[in-house]
């Protein structure tokens, strides 16, 4: 089944307690981006990533940090979370074709909260 | 710099109205428009898309005409269920590998 899979669904966790939320499809998609979903505002991008070694920032990312060593892999870097970061969080990825008309398939969701 | 505005919620309608959500965009280019429709607990999934002027995508019941005259994209359904009840994101992909969503419409269909 083509999926995008994200881990962990839910996370409590404190101020400055670096953490990381990773991201897989298994559709051999080239463009993958993370984004965070809050109330009034819709999805902001935060990174997003045309291939291997290749991320550039979105709309919003200060405070994280994204790699992207494999294919299939993208995941998202806090390394000193704050209560602002408080979000639901989804990670998307979409095949690239040359040009802007693929549709992105996107994870379950991430909720994230820092005390 | 691009943007979409979407008409704000939550809108609420019995079973079998008319929906209309409207979405209007900014951009320069010749941007991709798409709806998006977010179940409770779940990820966003595609409704339907549409790539240039004048195309019309269509999904389950859903429409949605690219109207580059009035830099539009509303989300019609001539008769909604109680299925339909979620949160709709109008989108827009305009080069430049960047996606920006509206804020999002939750719409609740009662029975």
């Known amino acids: 089944e083509a999926q995008v899979t994200q881990n962990p669904r839910y996370l409590i966790t404190v101020t400055g307690k670096k953490l990381t939320v990773t991201c897989s499809q298994n559709?051999?998609?080239?463009?993958m981006s993370w984004y965070r979903q809050d109330p009034g505002l819709g999805l902001r991008q935060i990174y997003y990533?045309?291939?291997?070694?290749?991320?550039d920032k979105g709309d919003v990312p200060e405070g994280y940090k994204v790699s992207r060593k494999e294919k299939r892999n993208f995941p998202l870097i806090l390394e000193s979370p704050s209560p602002n970061q408080t979000s639901l969080y989804f990670c998307?990825?979409?095949?690239?074709?040359?040009?802007?008309?693929?549709?992105?398939?996107f994870g379950d969701g991430t909720r994230l909260s820092i005390l | 710099g691009n943007s979409v505005t979407q008409m704000e919620g939550p809108v609420t309608l019995s079973e079998e109205a008319f929906l209309t959500i409207n979405c209007t965009y900014t951009a320069t280019g010749y941007p991709s428009l798409f709806w998006y429709v977010q179940y409770p607990g779940e990820g966003l999934q595609l409704l339907l898309k549409a790539t240039k002027a004048d195309d019309k995508g269509s999904n389950k019941g859903f429409e949605a005409t690219y109207r580059k005259e009035t830099t539009s994209f509303h989300l019609e359904k001539g008769s909604v269920q109680v299925s339909d009840s979620a949160v709709y994101f109008c989108a827009l992909e305009g080069g430049g590998f960047k996606t920006i969503f509206g804020a999002g419409t939750r719409l609740f269909v009662k029975a």
């Open positions: 990533s045309m291939n291997v070694e290749v991320t």
């Open positions: 559709m051999n998609h080239e463009y």
């Open positions: 998307a990825s979409s095949a690239w074709i040359g040009g802007n008309d693929q549709p992105q398939h």
